[in-house]
């Protein structure tokens, strides 16, 4: 396989899976998708692959060539894997890419998670939260995890309910939630 090593900072990649295993003797690999739905982690390419847990690994650059939701997985070709041999020395890396790549946003209320992470968030009493440390998906609703560093709240992320204003410029999130929750 032909990969091209990149020397970029972590911040300009966004991972959206990994490889977790093979899928036949051609080359196709098996991945576990961060995307929504999971078979949008083969709408990108090209892809940029690393092991897992390997910060400071360089980022290997590789186009897909296919891929495709299979049952319950994601399966994909990559440029360069021909056999079941070289799929096998894949698994393990995690599928990053550009955030360069991801769609424009075209709502005033759509934002990308990682735009929210580290986001101040205070009610309407004026109350500081903390600052979102991640979010959790849930069945009814995307769920964010606020801490002060001393407690931890988790705040459901309903627009115009609880969630009542956005300000990626500002760096804050206005909720309608009492502090003793």
Do not use: H
């Amino acid at each position: 396989m032909s990969q091209q090593t990149e020397n970029t900072p972590e911040a300009e990649k966004i991972i959206l899976g990994r490889i977790t295993g093979v899928y036949g003797v051609k080359g196709w690999v098996k991945v576990f998708s961060y995307t929504d739905p999971m078979e949008s982690i083969v709408d990108y390419s090209p892809w940029f692959l690393r092991p897992e847990g390997r910060k400071k690994t360089p980022w290997e650059r590789i186009k897909l060539k296919a891929g495709k939701r299979q049952a319950k997985t994601v399966i994909a070709k990559l440029e360069g894997c021909n056999d079941r041999d070289q799929a096998l020395s894949l698994i393990g890396r995690e599928v990053a890419i550009d955030a360069s790549q991801l769609e424009t946003l075209q709502g005033a209320d759509e934002y990308y998670w990682r735009d929210l992470i580290g986001l101040k968030v205070a009610n309407t009493e004026g109350v500081d939260f903390g600052e979102v440390k991640s979010l959790i998906e849930t069945g009814a609703n995307d769920v964010l995890v606020v801490s002060d560093g001393e407690r931890e709240r988790l705040i459901p992320w309903l627009m115009q309910d609880v969630i009542l204003s956005v300000d990626l410029q500002q760096g804050q999130i206005e909720v309608d939630w009492d502090a003793d929750f």
